[in-house]
């Protein structure tokens, strides 16, 4: 079971930042084959990003099996 | 306004759409416009309100330092217009104006539209230049002005172009987007000016063949005391798969949210059964771990 990372308060911020990323390199070679993670500019991350500020409103979290209102067009237009 | 006070005699006829139409750096253009209303303070204009300072210019040291001096007279300037490969130009414009205003405003009208940019920046750095030298004692070479203006205008052209391009792309996405070019072409401008200024890929990129990509950002509210989640999964078709949004509390520094973000992204992919997802975040501390 991994620990409840989220937890962690205060504290040196720096060995807390690599506490989560330690614990996601381990979870991510662990659990997928060979998943990459990758960097993009922001606006290339715009979807995630406008998604990001939406889960604040929300009260609590939520999953979408359809495209949110909040990135419809967004979505629409990185189609092309 | 005009009803209130009589102020015609501050009116200084000119093209003025000629400096706010250039598409260069606001300094650039503010400068332009107090060069031409004459309040630019220069030693001319400062002895003429009563500053006890000398007149002479402070990059010779030999003329009277009013603006046809500082930007279009000094031996300074000259060197600027001709590595500029202006010179013959301003010369031969200077000949037929009796004002530097006159001077700027027939150039910015007769200048092929890159150039008048470029002269316009040149302006701002010969302006600096001579601030360097009175302020911190800096001398620059005639060079060194005229290759750092050329990466200013480059670079502000890059990044407003890029703006322009993706604003297009999410015309009608949301409004929060300009706030995220805003920042990014801040961004950019940090990256280009260390580095030649490469065009850089700001669109966003399915994922290779047979692959999902996860995207994955923070956002922090100070005033909720929490950190929210996005995460956007879409097939290398573009099309949408899922999506996700949480919030913790408390709020926690950019770092460890972004760090957080993709913890839940690899928890959530992993719930889903999910194997074939390659994640995506625009915190480079976070991809570079």
Redesign the interface.
């Given at each position: 079971m991994p620990r409840k990372?989220?937890n962690i308060?205060g504290g040196n911020?720096i060995s807390?930042?690599?506490a989560?990323?330690d614990?996601?390199?381990k979870?991510?070679n662990y659990?997928?084959?060979n998943?990459?993670?990758?960097?993009?500019?922001?606006?290339?991350?715009?979807?995630?990003?406008?998604?990001?500020?939406?889960?604040?409103s929300?009260a609590s979290?939520?999953?979408?099996?359809?495209?949110?209102f909040?990135?419809s067009?967004?979505?629409f237009?990185?189609?092309v | 306004m005009k009803n209130i006070a009589d102020n015609s005699h501050l009116y200084r006829t000119g093209n003025w759409g000629s400096i706010w139409k250039l598409k260069v750096l606001p300094k650039v253009k503010n400068l332009l416009w107090r060069i031409c209303q004459g309040c630019l303070p220069t030693r001319a204009r400062l002895l003429d309100k009563g500053v006890n300072c000398t007149s002479l210019c402070a990059m010779c040291d030999e003329s009277y330092e009013d603006t046809s001096h500082v930007f279009f007279d000094c031996l300074r300037a000259r060197i600027v217009w001709q590595q500029s490969l202006l010179l013959s130009k301003v010369i031969s414009v200077m000949q037929k104006s009796s004002t530097t205003a006159e001077i700027i405003f027939t150039l910015l009208q007769e200048l092929p539209q890159g150039q008048a940019e470029q002269f316009a920046t040149l302006l701002w750095s010969v302006w600096k230049s001579r601030n360097l030298r009175v302020w911190e004692n800096v001398t620059d070479t005639g060079q060194v002005i005229v290759e750092p203006a050329k990466q200013l205008l480059q670079n502000w052209n890059l990044v407003n172009c890029k703006k322009q391009i993706s604003g297009a792309a999410g015309a009608a996405a949301a409004p929060h987007t300009t706030a995220i070019m805003t920042d990014s072409a801040a961004a950019v401008m940090t990256d280009s000016a260390a580095t030649v200024a490469l065009p850089v890929q700001c669109k966003w990129l399915k994922p290779h063949q047979e692959r999902l990509k996860c995207n994955v950002d923070a956002s922090f509210s100070e005033a909720l005391n929490c950190v929210g989640f996005g995460l956007c999964i879409r097939d290398e078709y573009r099309n949408f798969i899922k999506a996700k949004t949480l919030w913790l509390i408390p709020i926690c520094s950019s770092d460890v949210g972004e760090a957080l973000g993709l913890y839940h992204a690899i928890q959530w992919v992993r719930e889903l059964q999910l194997s074939n997802v390659d994640f995506e975040l625009d915190a480079k501390k976070v991809v570079e771990y």
């Open positions: 990372l989220w308060k911020d807390e930042f690599g989560i990323m614990e996601c390199r979870n991510c659990w997928f084959e998943s990459k993670v990758e960097f993009s500019r922001r606006q290339a991350n715009v979807a995630a990003h406008t998604l990001a500020r939406e889960a604040i929300l979290p939520h999953v979408f099996d359809d495209v949110p909040c990135i067009t967004l979505i237009n990185e189609k | -």
